[in-house]
């Protein structure tokens, strides 16, 4: 069955620093990826997906994440943290055998001014 | 459209009571998901539907808890009877016929069982 483990439950970066959280997928079949984001008392958004095309994924609000099949990752990244991104994200991970998506446990970013 | 919608936005209710939360997916998304999020466990699948049908419910709790799908525009979750353990956010997300499209996700239900 595929996972997703998500390293880090809280990560804290300076605004305008680079943000990196990272995922890693578990999966015996090729993998469908997504990263969503969470605002507080909301639902969850999708920022990018993954889906089998180019590994360098680009999202909204300036994120992007690159699957490395050979590390089985999906980290997202932003070269320049803003306030706005202050947020909790899930990596996610789907594949052909079913419809499933399951998430990772979030993790929480915190941008220091 | 107007997106996943849920209701009640929030409940609080007592234990042994019963709970039915409702969600109104996406018109013509055809697979329908009931989440549970908690600070403890995260996002944890309970369970899905593809064109009304139940596919996997093995993330159900307990036999407390069930779901059905009476049609393409209605879902219901029930807990019954409900525990304080219970509390948590319901989110309810629909997708569309192809597997790798995104997941809409309702606001969530807020359940407190004091």
């Known amino acids: 069955a595929q996972s997703v483990t998500q390293l880090g439950s809280h990560v804290s970066v300076s605004e305008g620093a680079l943000v990196l959280l990272r995922c890693n997928y578990s999966?015996?079949?090729?993998?469908?990826l997504f990263w969503y984001v969470q605002y507080p008392n909301q639902g969850l958004q999708l920022l990018l997906k993954?889906?089998?095309?180019?590994?360098l994924v680009k999202g909204i609000n300036g994120f992007e994440a690159e699957f490395k099949k050979s590390e089985t990752s999906f980290h997202l990244t932003k070269p320049s943290a803003h306030m706005s991104d202050a947020a909790e994200y899930f990596c996610?991970?789907?594949?052909?055998?079913?419809?499933?998506?399951?998430f990772g446990k979030g993790t929480r970013l915190h941008i220091l001014p | 459209d107007a997106g996943v919608i849920q209701s009640p936005r929030h409940e609080v209710t007592e234990m042994g009571q019963e709970v039915t939360l409702r969600c109104k997916p996406i018109s013509g998304h055809n697979s329908l998901f009931w989440y549970r999020q908690t600070m403890m466990r995260g996002l944890e699948l309970l369970i899905y539907f593809n064109n009304n049908v139940p596919i996997d419910d093995s993330g159900m709790p307990e036999d407390r808890f069930s779901a059905k799908m009476p049609n393409a525009s209605f879902s219901t979750l029930k807990i019954q009877p409900s525990e304080p353990r219970d509390s948590a956010v319901y989110f309810c997300?629909?997708?569309?016929?192809?597997?790798?499209?995104?997941?809409?996700f309702g606001q969530g239900t807020r359940l407190t069982v004091v």
């Open positions: 993954y889906t089998s095309a180019a590994t």
């Open positions: 996610a991970v789907s594949d052909l055998r079913d419809d499933k998506i399951i």
């Open positions: 999966s015996s079949v090729p993998p469908y």
């Open positions: 997300a629909s997708t569309g016929d192809r597997w790798n499209t995104e997941a809409f």
